[in-house]
């Protein structure tokens, strides 16, 4: 496939992928805006190492929005320190997204290059208070959006913050084409988005005191590609002691998606790509473009030219002074940061996936897992027949949640597993709030992908939550922030959640009935990975 087919599909599962949240998420933002001057709200100021910023403080909790932790980088350069400034810089609203498209394609008006912000929110004492008391363990979020969409504002880490007397960061990193291009000889290539996370965990290490937090217990954290980042941090050697423990929601090392499984027709999609296949994408890209040298690309104004050709660069490449080598290959073998891990999946992870395959009968579904499966499609028929579904697209979603979400997970689990501590967890609500927008109306969503978001921020317009639902988001609050502290997600009256050792030893999370379960027969595993 050529560099602009290969766009093309790509950014087909881009878009599908972010579209049904790109209502909802403008809600977000809105409702951002609109809390950003509460009538109640107190004006509170932090000094940083680069000067003093001005946030709010509100109901239990003070907010700091839009602080840069970098300079504006210039493109395609990796992350240099901002300069210091005068006076009381506003932190009351979020800076800039990083540069992405729209819903309906071209610039998002609201991003931009200019996006190295990040945005901090810790329990009120006033954010000095405990200085000189160790500090509050910090949890530092990198969001999702297949490396190509999102921003950390849209993750309101209040709840959060309160319940887990946590200090929450949720960071800015440059996404797509302007985080991930790669080019012969290009410094950074194919990390600019990784690079950036690590400026921000830097700055965190610098400036966590003045908020209330403490620099020497620091947990990364992230959902789908969010969760791949967290993955490439721990096996970055750059990284080395920047974090203490790490948190992956649904974006283990092992992602993987065959032909046809994310959305109808899509290329085979994995995370990592070697940095030299970026470089060559990159010159490609280039000369689609009228540029036969780096400078030109680098002069281009026409930004929505250049994300045009995004779905060529939604991985990061290994074989970098960030990633030497493939992340997969790199737990496997042990070569990784030894910090607790916190992993796991939503139960029913592919069905927001699968609704964009629309209408699925029978044949419709025998003919999409020859797609994806070829000459195994047989077999996968045989242990997921459509008849032990309550539709064909459901036992078709059951495939995708197993073959490309659960099973990898778990084996990542059993990798690690076996030089450091790991929690595994999936979160089994099966009535799970849903995001507003997100589903065609009637939709069996169950434990979609990302459910699991909205009962740890305060996320986007969900349904209501039950009574039930609620006290399970407050106990996942703080089982997280207990792990961030600790390293151990357990603590007084919660149900007892045991490490990671194989069988039903996966905390399964949903109202009520919080316990342990075997993930890996509950999701076929043993069918998808016969030989782990």
Partial sequence: MTVSGRSKALRAVAIATAAALAVSLAVVAGSAADQAHPQAAVRVVVPTDKGRVEGLSEGGTSVFQGIPYAASPARWTLPRPHAAWPGVRDATRPGAKC?????????????????????????????????????????????????????????????????????????????????????????????????????????????????????????????????AAVCAQLVSPASAGLFQRAVVQSGSCRQNWPRNVMVPDSEPIRYWAPNSELAARGREAGRELGCSALACLRALDDAAALLNRNGDFTSPGYGTPILPVDPVRAVRAGAFHRVPVLQGNTHDEHRYFAQFAGDMDVPAYRASLVKSFGAGAKAVEERYPATAYPSPLLAWAAVGTD??????????????????????????????????????????????????????????????????????????????????????????????????????????????????????????????????
């Fill in 99 to 227: 540069a992405q498209l729209g819903a309906t394609g071209g610039l998002d008006p609201e991003s931009a290059e200019d996006c190295l912000f990040l945005n901090v929110t810790t329990p009120d004492e006033r954010p000095a208070v405990r200085r000189t008391a160790g500090g509050r363990p910090v949890i530092v979020w990198f969001h999702g959006g297949a490396w190509a969409s999102g921003q950390g504002s849209e993750y309101d880490g209040r709840s959060l913050s309160r319940i887990g007397d946590a200090v929450v960061v949720t960071v800015n990193y440059r996404l797509g084409i302007f985080g991930f291009f790669g080019y012969p000889g290009l410094a950074g290539s194919g990390t600019f988005g990784l690079a950036d996370q690590q400026a921000a965990l830097r700055w965190v290490r610098q400036n966590a005191r003045a908020f209330g937090g403490d620099s020497s217990n620091v947990t990364i954290m992230g959902e789908s590609s969010g969760g």
């Fill in 403 to 532: 073959s490309s979400w659960v099973c990898p997970t778990l084996r990542t689990d059993r990798e690690l597993a076996r030089r450091t501590k790991v929690f595994s967890f999936s979160f089994d609500d099966p009535a799970a709030a849903v995001l507003e927008g997100s589903f065609p109306p009637g939709f069996p969503s169950g434990a979609y992908h990302a459910s699991e978001v909205g009962y740890l921020f305060d996320f986007g317009p969900y349904a209501p939550m039950t009574p039930a639902q609620q006290r399970l988001a407050d106990q996942m609050r703080r089982y997280w922030t207990n792990f961030a502290r600790s390293g151990d997600p357990n603590g007084p009256g919660l149900p007892h959640w045991p490490s990671y050792r194989g069988g039903a030893s996966s905390q399964s999370l949903a109202p009520e009935a919080v316990g342990q379960v075997d993930a890996g027969r509950e999701h076929q595993c043993a069918f998808w990975q016969p030989s782990t």
